[in-house]
């Protein structure tokens, strides 16, 4: 079965500092892979999304993933943290091959630190 | 053109109760998901449905069902009320074009039953 994985439910790091946010799937075959941002008290929004082709994804607010099939992961990276992206952020991947149906990992909560 | 928009915001419910909770979808888009997510978890595919049928399941029981009218529109109704169906219910809404597009999330409803 389809599933994605995120390590470190709690990340801190400081303004200005590197933000890694790691996701791995697990997949028998090539995978759709999402990252949504969901703000306090708010819905989910589109960080970026990996189909087909360049697997170095960039996506707004800075953010871009990589995907490594040999390591079947998909981590989010920022070089430079900013306060306005604490924030919780899931990996999703499809559910049953349609990209509009999607398993998401537990989330990861970014805290950014002053 | 508008984005998804869900309601109500918050509900407050007792156990036993049933519960119904609507969403619009965006505009020019014919299919709408649901999710529950509770809280400190990613949210979990409920249902979804694509020119008024149901158009896929994930693992929850019968006493959630769903509709889609005519204008795409989208209720999400839960009978018996359980102390576990507190969560943030989300809607999603894609465009027509199969299943390889993005979802667009509505901000939900918080839904707490006691």
């Known amino acids: 079965a389809q599933s994605v994985t995120q390590l470190g439910s709690h990340v801190s790091v400081s303004e200005g500092a590197l933000v890694l946010l790691r996701c791995n799937y697990s997949?028998?075959?090539?995978?759709?892979l999402f990252w949504y941002v969901q703000y306090p008290n708010q819905g989910l929004q589109l960080l970026l999304k990996y189909t087909t082709g360049a697997t170095l994804v960039k996506g707004i607010n800075g953010f871009e993933a990589e995907f490594k099939k040999s390591e079947t992961s998909f981590h989010l990276t920022k070089p430079s943290a900013h306060m306005s992206d604490a924030a919780e952020y899931f990996c999703a991947s499809p559910y049953g091959g349609a990209t509009n149906k999607l398993i998401f990992g537990t989330g990861t909560l970014l805290a950014v630190q002053p | 053109e508008t984005g998804v928009t869900q309601s109500p915001t918050h509900l407050i419910k007792t156990r036993g109760q049933q519960v119904t909770l609507r969403c619009s979808s965006q505009s020019g888009h014919n299919t709408v998901s649901w999710y529950q997510q509770a809280l400190g978890q990613g949210p979990q595919f409920i249902f979804q449905y694509y020119r008024e049928e149901e158009n896929g399941r994930g693992n929850f029981p019968p006493r959630f069902s769903g509709l889609q009218f005519p204008n795409y529109s989208s209720e999400l109704n839960v009978n018996a009320l359980e102390l576990d169906d507190s969560a943030l219910y989300l809607c999603a809404s894609s465009p027509p074009s199969g299943g390889r597009d993005t979802q667009y999330f509505g901000p939900g409803t918080r839904l707490t039953v006691l």
């Open positions: 997949s028998s075959v090539p995978p759709y």
